[in-house]
């Protein structure tokens, strides 16, 4: 049997706002868009936020309706990586295995630990606890036997929760659930499975597999198997991303070409470090304009595979220009690499521009890594 572990950061983004700011501790907060202007989303919000029925991917003028005495803010988007990867680190000094979902969510495989670690429920104390102390984050964490049922764990009891199902009672822990609690049911499968009477999983899972395909199809088989409390326990790593993308909402539309390019640069410089991260190369670029009447255009072109800032910006200033009408107001700009391959060391016989440009983006990579990003920046001659 496999013990598995799920954590996911609570409220993460809130959580590291807070750090920079404890004014907000206590209070209702919510990032994403303009209230005032009531545009764009929720990106997420603090418990305090959501006793007012607030949540993620709420338009921000329905949140602004509901919480209008709420602190809305924009957030330190850069500096959620930064801590994402400081959790990272501290897990990985304990998981045999361990995988991330998200940039706050993490799977890790425990199996025969514990002898190792004692009891499972006091050490995912440990962690939590650590974690708080290092980090200043609170987090939950699920236990179970596969990877679905430690993910419902972890939502079970937030915030600073710790929920552990024990092998044998999967089926019992999520009858009394709704069905939506299944990860993959979206309102439109909640919608379907509530017009054929199931609100709760034990609805389903009471019932055959033989009966939930006559009425679901091949997907009955799904319901089956997630509502008994059956998941998988794989872990994968040959999975790249398909993109890694940046791109900003402006507080107010804009036309000035000359700060369109600079604010297509940063984007440029952020996608190129998430690459550099990862020692991937990209030989795609996109580009991504959306004007004021919300008309969206996307340009993109295949080069040779690189992570250098200065031919992914050149790339996207040929797109840019190739697409934008001079004088109407942008709303949102963006940048998008895909098409991923490892970046390999080749040994040259001389010293070339290519050698010296990749010698000073690890140098610049490895002042960010101890500084924090915005102490360097790179300019293009």
């Given amino acids: 049997?496999?013990?598995?572990?799920?954590?996911?950061?609570?409220?993460?983004?809130?959580?590291?706002?807070?750090?920079?700011?404890?004014?907000?501790?206590?209070?209702?907060?919510?990032?994403?868009?303009?209230?005032?202007?009531?545009?764009?989303?929720?990106?997420?919000?603090?418990?305090?936020?959501?006793?007012?029925?607030?949540?993620?991917?709420?338009?921000?003028?329905?949140?602004?309706?509901?919480?209008?005495?709420?602190?809305?803010?924009?957030?330190?988007?850069?500096?959620?990586?930064?801590?994402?990867?400081?959790?990272?680190?501290?897990?990985?000094?304990?998981a045999p295995i361990i995988q991330q979902c998200s940039i706050d969510e993490f799977s890790m495989d425990f199996t025969g630990c514990e002898k190792i670690y004692g009891s499972l429920f006091m050490f995912a104390s440990k962690i939590q606890k650590e974690i708080s102390d290092k980090l200043g984050l609170p987090s939950s964490i699920g236990i179970g036997s596969n990877r679905t049922i430690a993910k419902i764990a972890s939502d079970y009891n937030k915030p600073c929760g710790i929920t552990y199902v024990l092998p044998g009672m999967e089926k019992e822990f999520l009858a009394p659930m709704p069905v939506e609690t299944i990860p993959g049911i979206g309102k439109v499968a909640k919608k379907m499975l509530n017009a054929k009477g199931f609100y709760k999983l034990e609805?389903?899972?009471?019932?055959?597999?033989?009966?939930?395909?006559?009425?679901?199809?091949?997907?009955?088989?799904?319901?089956?198997?997630?509502?008994?409390?059956?998941?998988?326990?794989?872990?994968?790593?040959?999975?790249?991303?398909?993109?890694?993308?940046?791109?900003?909402?402006f507080h107010h539309d804009g036309s000035n070409t000359e700060v369109l390019e600079k604010i297509l640069f940063e984007l440029t410089e952020s996608v190129c470090q998430n690459l550099r991260n990862k020692n991937w190369?990209?030989?795609?670029?996109?580009?991504?304009?959306?004007?004021?009447n919300f008309k969206t255009i996307t340009r993109d072109k295949t080069i040779i595979a690189t992570d250098d800032d200065k031919e992914v910006y050149q790339t996207v200033l040929q797109l840019f220009r190739k697409c934008y009408t001079p004088r109407a107001e942008v709303r949102l700009l963006g940048v998008?690499?895909?098409?991923?391959?490892?970046?390999?060391?080749?040994?040259?016989?001389?010293?070339?521009?290519?050698?010296?440009?990749?010698?000073?983006?690890?140098?610049?990579?490895?002042?960010?890594?101890?500084?924090?990003?915005?102490?360097?920046?790179?300019?293009?001659?």
């Fill in 1 to 94: 049997m496999k013990t598995i572990f799920h954590l996911d950061l609570d409220a993460f983004f809130v959580s590291v706002e807070r750090l920079f700011d404890p004014s907000l501790i206590g209070k209702p907060v919510i990032l994403g868009g303009d209230p005032v202007k009531g545009r764009g989303i929720v990106t997420t919000c603090s418990y305090e936020a959501r006793a007012y029925g607030l949540h993620s991917s709420m338009p921000i003028k329905t949140a602004y309706r509901l919480c209008p005495n709420g602190i809305y803010i924009r957030g330190h988007h850069k500096e959620y990586s930064k801590y994402s990867r400081a959790v990272r680190v501290i897990l990985e000094a304990y």
């Fill in 281 to 292: 190369l990209a030989s795609t670029v996109c580009v991504k304009v959306r004007y004021s």
């Fill in 203 to 249: 609805q389903l899972s009471n019932l055959s597999p033989e009966t939930l395909q006559r009425i679901f199809g091949k997907y009955g088989e799904y319901l089956w198997r997630k509502s008994n409390g059956l998941g998988s326990d794989e872990f994968h790593f040959d999975h790249i991303r398909k993109s890694i993308s940046h791109e900003t909402t």
């Fill in 336 to 381: 998008r690499l895909n098409n991923f391959t490892y970046f390999a060391e080749q040994t040259d016989l001389f010293e070339n521009e290519n050698k010296i440009r990749k010698e000073m983006f690890v140098a610049v990579k490895k002042i960010r890594d101890k500084y924090g990003y915005k102490t360097i920046h790179v300019g293009f001659c």
